[in-house]
């Protein structure tokens, strides 16, 4: 009996968040077939999972809606250039994980060549996106999606979806005990912890460290021995300065797992912060800041009532959330220090983070991940 020859599969994620989900998914399925060819775009970690990178997808990321404009011309000959290697290689599937702009115009091509594609931590077009929806009726085989309501979504819309659970839940785990790591931190019996999670890319860091700071001063004038820590993707540490000067002792570390479980507040930008967090049961307040042409036109395509994810998972208020002119200094201290005050309101968000928790699925998705990629490609279920 002949045996069928390894297949080949083309991964596409083209930021931070990507290369991550992306590696675990590789490592998987590189453990179930080490001869299988897995090759495309990513990052450091994808690489280090077994991935060929094709092009390293650092710098890739830009957020807002001018900075995508201006990087237009750059993107589109990325695009071109992506897809003649597919053409070139035809891989049994590829693998696109989140990154819409770019990804979605790369599905359109790679359907119209007959190669099956899935969509693998889809974007958020309940959100924002729902004019894309065509998209993925016309062109993604399967979404492999990771909140339960996403399922829902694209079944309303005709589209194959199979929920998974999210990665996160086996990933997000502090290297040691509460205590261990507040005393690793320099946080004394007495003192109380404050994490500031500015985001991963450099424009996040641009728009929400120096408020986050300034928030944490404000803090300091009414919480007795109040201290912070920042925590920073380790590809931009080298490009943070450190912050040792001020009236709030401020460290930095790219050790956010740890740092979020030894916290007793998360100050964060909403985005995937936000789901660590509840994960781990933390308390957190969140913020977003961006250009204002950025918010005008995200204003006018955004179509849920909440922008944190815990609050959209719960379908009701868990966790603060000030966007934009709200989220002042003034604003998200009012909102720290009630956490850090009120026993009540703290276990309420503490209960309300737990049930988010819950619908996050059991461990394993990654596993379950890899089921549907397998199926897929052999054609089943």
Known sequence: MLLAPPKSLCI????????????LLVAELKRRHPDWSIWGVGSDRMAAAGCELWQDAHGWAVMGFAEVFRSILKFRQRLHSLHREIKRRRPDGVILIDFPGFNLKLAGRVHADQIPVL?????????????????????????????????EFFKHYGVDAEWIGHPLVDLVRPSAAREVLRERFGVAPSQQLV????????????AHLPLFTETLKLIAETVPGVCG??????????T??????????????????????????????????TVECAILGTPMVTAYRTGAVNFAIAKSLVKVPYVAMPNLIAKRR???ELVQSVATAAALA?????LLEDDSARKTQVDGLAEVREKLGPPGAVQRGADVVERSLHGAG
Not at 15 to 20: C, I, T
Not at 231 to 236: E, F, N, P, Q
Not at 248 to 273: N, Q, R
């Open 229 to 238: 820590s920042v925590g920073v993707h380790r590809s931009l540490s080298e």
């Open 240 to 273: 943070t300065t450190v912050l040792s000067e001020g009236p709030v002792p401020l460290s930095m570390t790219p050790d956010v797992y740890d740092l979020m479980a030894a916290a007793d507040v998360v100050l964060t930008k909403t985005g995937t912060t």
């Open 195 to 206: 994490a500031l999670m500015p985001g991963v890319r450099v424009q996040d860091l641009n």
């Open 119 to 151: 969509y693998y931590i889809v974007p958020q077009l309940w959100a924002w996106g729902q004019g894309r929806i065509k998209i993925f009726q016309r062109c993604i085989d399967r979404a492999i999606v990771v909140f339960p309501f996403e399922k």
């Open 12 to 23: 596409v994620a083209g930021e931070p968040s990507g290369d991550l989900h992306g590696s």
């Open 334 to 338: 009012r909102e720290v220090i009630a």
């Open 318 to 320: 868990i966790v603060p």
